[in-house]
């Protein structure tokens, strides 16, 4: 059974950097084909893609965000983690991860069931 | 970037009915497009890959259809639990993934 969750803090002030990291099991990041992207979703509003790493470690990036960015991985704890710089209010979302694998057509197939931040001070 | 476009912005239909979403790219996906629900305080669900086939356990009263820049999204008869938001998503330029700004399906 394919799960993700997210963790991290619900509340970051601005200026600060948040880390975000998100847990998994029922697969292994080490298969060929398996990725694990990061995606949010402020209040009311659309999706939006922000990050992914795959099995042999490349990384992408939103290029609107590129720069605040990084996404890591450690396959011992089945772990992923974003961390976003320079936080601000309209960074205010929920943050989902979601796997993406080559039995899932290459689609986001499961979804962690998302983690609400709040950017304020 | 590639950017999707769906209309309309909100379907407003009574249980029963059938419902047809549109997903429109700024330039050819080909087929690499999904289809999306989400309902209220919940993770999106994938209802339909590479434009017409269904996920796992996904009912057969959801279609979907088109190539190249136009895509839809069918529910031919509307169930209570179909009323929720709908995103299309293209993976044509990987590793980079754009969703649409979704289509509210709400009740009549």
Redesign the interface.
Known sequence: QVTLRESGPALVKPTQTLTLTCTFSGFSLNTSGMCV?WIRQPPGK????LA?I?WDD?K?Y??SLKTRLTISKDTSKNQVVLTMTNMDPVDTATY?C?RISSS??????Y????TLVTVSS | EIVLTQSPATLSLSPGERATLSCRASQSVSSYLAWYQQKPGQAPRLLIYDASNRATGIPARFSGSGSGTDFTLTISSLEPEDFAVYYCQQRSNWPTWTFGQGTKVEIK
């Open positions: 992207s659309a999706l939006e893609w992914l795959d490349d992408n939103n290029t989902y979601a899932g057509y290459y689609y986001f197939d979804w962690g069931q998302g």
